[in-house]
């Protein structure tokens, strides 16, 4: 992994981090994450007559990548109401880069090198880390929250895979995150009509404002992050963008006043240790 597409993809980590930090939208969580993939699709709709429309051979990735995004929301509202998120949460994006790189030497046929293992390793203890820092709330666990959050992994680690052989597949990094993200939106409006009837549309319209921001913020970082994975290993870029959980620590920590823990500040020493071996790697 050059220099260039390292620091591009912690750059889309923070960006991730930062819109899950500063967004917030009076609506329930099923609205709230329709609302921003309306926003990605809504900018993504201005590129598309820009980009390349993808080859017959694209569009099978990019249709699977939405069942796959359908997949990851549903059981990530799931997790939501099943357990405490600030667990379940960290403890699918801490398995998925694991998952990733497992089926990166699977599907992909990319078996990362042994500082890069030791990365991703590394990488997803200190986020683990990170999610049950002190332990204090590990009882409060339950199976059934549990399920959600590897289900959850499953879909991150699915929908990784997928984009990361599209957009390598298609003519640029960029008509395939345009076109995905149009049909991404696309398909989350008539799921959203179907689950929420008409009358959500104008609950949906009034947070536009917020819906278009965070869709950018959330887009132009997952755009940077399928353009990296057409320049290096799947399984290395997709850890490296997990650390949005350290980048969120630092906000809470520096932004929110909240507290420096002995366990937050060993689990972030985890992640950075993982981000040096990705480096080396």
């Known amino acids: 992994m050059t220099l260039f597409v390292f620091l591009a993809v912690l750059s889309a980590a923070a960006m991730h981090a930062i819109w899950n930090a500063l967004v917030k939208v009076h609506l329930d969580r099923f609205l709230s994450i329709t609302l921003m993939t309306l926003g990605m699709g809504a900018a993504a709709l201005v590129a ?6 993808p080859k017959a051979e694209v569009w099978p990735f990019i249709l699977a990548s939405v069942f796959f995004h359908m997949g990851y929301r549903t059981f990530l509202i799931g997790a939501y109401k099943a357990g405490d998120f600030a667990q379940t949460y960290p403890l699918a994006r801490g398995t998925a880069p694991l998952l990733s790189a497992l089926g990166g030497i699977v599907v992909v046929g990319e078996v990362p090198a042994p500082f890069a293992i030791l990365g991703i390793v590394l990488l997803s203890a200190g986020t683990l880390v990170m999610s049950f820092r002190g332990g204090a709330h590990l009882e409060k666990l339950n199976l059934r929250a549990v399920g959600f959050a590897l289900a959850t992994s499953i879909f991150i680690a699915s929908y990784t895979l997928s984009d990361g052989s599209g957009a390598r597949l298609a003519a640029t990094a ?14 989350a409006l008539v799921l959203c009509i179907a689950f929420r009837g008409p009358r959500s549309l104008p609950v949906l319209a009034r947070d536009w404002k917020a819906g278009l921001f965070t869709g950018v913020l959330s887009g ?8 990296a994975m057409t320049k290096a290993p799947i399984a290395s870029v997709a850890s490296l963008r997990e650390t949005s959980i350290l980048f969120a620590m630092l906000i809470s920590v520096l932004a929110l006043g909240e507290k420096m823990t002995a366990w937050r500040a060993a689990a972030a020493l985890g992640i950075v240790a993982g981000v040096a071996a990705l480096r080396m790697g």
């Open 48 to 53: 598309l007559p820009f980009v390349e429309v």
């Open 220 to 227: 132009a970082a997952y755009w940077i992050v399928m353009w």
């Open 174 to 187: 960029q008509s395939y995150a345009a076109w995905l993200f149009v049909c991404d939106a696309a398909w």
